[in-house]
């Protein structure tokens, strides 16, 4: 059993940064690849961002490629996402997500077992 909780949402202008965390428990951490998904109001779920159990690979969603960077720090058990230049479409509540596999990249809902509360983004207009 993994626990995630997501931190680091909030109100931003457009054009402004977030940096969300994800604190994983578990002494298994690195062998999990990780991954943040949004939902916006109305909308499904959608992938952003994943990295390897290595954090050596990443993977974006084209519509965040460029402004979004995915990292993770195996020694504290969290996965961070580096949210930059961002637009009133990335409002959405953020969740991370986790699945125990050497297997890269994984981009798919039904691939990851384990998921965040989510954390909320508003960017303002």
């Known amino acids: 059993q993994v626990l995630l909780v997501e931190s680091g949402g909030g109100l931003v202008q457009a054009g402004g940064s977030l940096r969300l965390s994800c604190a994983a428990s578990?002494?298994?951490?690195?062998?999990?690849?990780m991954g943040w998904f949004r939902q916006a109001p109305g909308k499904e779920r959608e992938f952003g961002a994943a990295?390897?159990?290595?954090?050596?690979?990443?993977y974006y969603e084209d519509s965040v490629k460029g402004r979004f960077t995915i990292s993770r720090d195996n020694a504290k058990n969290t996965v961070y996402l580096q949210m930059n230049s961002l637009k009133a479409e990335d409002t959405a509540v953020y969740y991370c997500a986790a699945v125990r596999t050497y297997n890269f990249p994984k981009r798919h809902i039904y691939e990851y077992d384990y998921w965040g509360q989510g954390t909320q983004v508003t960017v303002s207009s």
């Open positions: 990295i390897s159990w290595s954090g050596d690979s990443t």
């Open positions: 578990g002494r298994t951490f690195s062998s999990y690849v």
